[in-house]
């Protein structure tokens, strides 16, 4: 039996269904990510699982036991918001071990176990800080320690580095990453942030409308999308009609196509292309942005816009607006896509 399993869950808010008869299941250790739009229904799943909103159907059993109507204090889950949820007069390590002087533990218990947490996130020389004292970062590792250290079976993240700058939000998700490994903890992250998941998880679950439209690896959802919401929302795919699938790819479907933009390349004099890749066809730029060591370029081929992502190799082979070039199609990596 799975470490989690969950049955036909399902939730409303009077006459308004946020989900309904979801099912997955997740093994002992595995980082989870719940990816989607805002308004999806992630969020919601996650405080169901913690039991900070009462399902009406179905059921979550963790560990073989049946958690679905027991309160939060009972599940012996920890949850990490956005907001951080710090105790402003409490410092560091009274707010890391708040949840263990609730379990009435020894002092000398709590000192030890909050010094190991402490360590583990590095947070050494921070213990006797405020959280105004801290830094966002800083302050959201404190409420990640805060939810490590009374050992939870699940841990779960709401979102946590949303208000994060970029820089601190890379290193975090790292951290976060190394210490769920570094304790084997079963852990559900909640993002909208394709990018994050892709980098973080062991399985996405990508969710839209209240319903779980595909999981899978990282990989597999990036390349093998189950439809064209998950193509549209993973990876800039291009997607295109069944009748201009037949003029660019000579390929007969009656759904549309998918094709990532690193698929699709610009010809390159004197070097020598795989069956699997198309004949050249004219294509003109329309517009370009630099992203760092990416080039995205967007393309006008037969009336189709086309994105394209290009190594920035150098300055000087930067294609400009305007320019005629001979796009090729790599054919192994287009793929139709149902509604």
Partial sequence: ??????NQLTKRFGENTVFQDIDFTIEKGEFITLL?????????????????????????WVDGQDITHQVPQQRGIGMVFQSYALFPNLTVEDNIAFGLKMKKMASHTIKQEVEMIVDLVNLKGKEKHYP???????????ALARALVVKPRILLLDEPLSALDAKIRKQLRQQIRHVQKELGLTT???????????????????MNKGKIV?????????????????????GHYN??????????????????????????YVKEEGRQYGRHISAPQ??????????GNIIRYQVNINDCELTID?????????????????LLFNLNEIQPVRN
């Fill in 1 to 6: 039996m799975s470490y989690v399993t969950v």
């Fill in 36 to 60: 989607g739009p805002s308004g999806c229904g992630k969020s919601t799943l996650l405080r169901s699982l913690a039991g900070l909103n009462p399902v009406d159907g179905g059921e979550i």
């Fill in 132 to 142: 105004h004292q801290l830094s966002g970062g800083q302050r959201q590792r404190v």
């Fill in 188 to 206: 559900i992250f909640v993002t909208h942030d394709q990018e994050e998941a892709m980098i973080m998880s062991d399985r996405i679950f990508l």
């Fill in 214 to 234: 595909q999981a899978g690896s990282p990989e597999t959802i990036y390349t093998q999308p189950a439809n064209e919401f998950v193509a549209g929302f993973m």
């Fill in 239 to 264: 997607l295109v009609g069944a009748e201009k699938a037949k003029q660019l790819f000579n390929i007969n479907t009656e759904w549309k196509v998918a094709i990532r933009p690193e698929s699709i």
């Fill in 282 to 291: 004219k294509g003109i730029i329309r517009n370009h942005q630099l992203l």
């Fill in 310 to 326: 290009l190594l920035n190799r150098s300055s000087e082979r930067l294609l400009a607006n305007g320019s005629q070039i001979e």
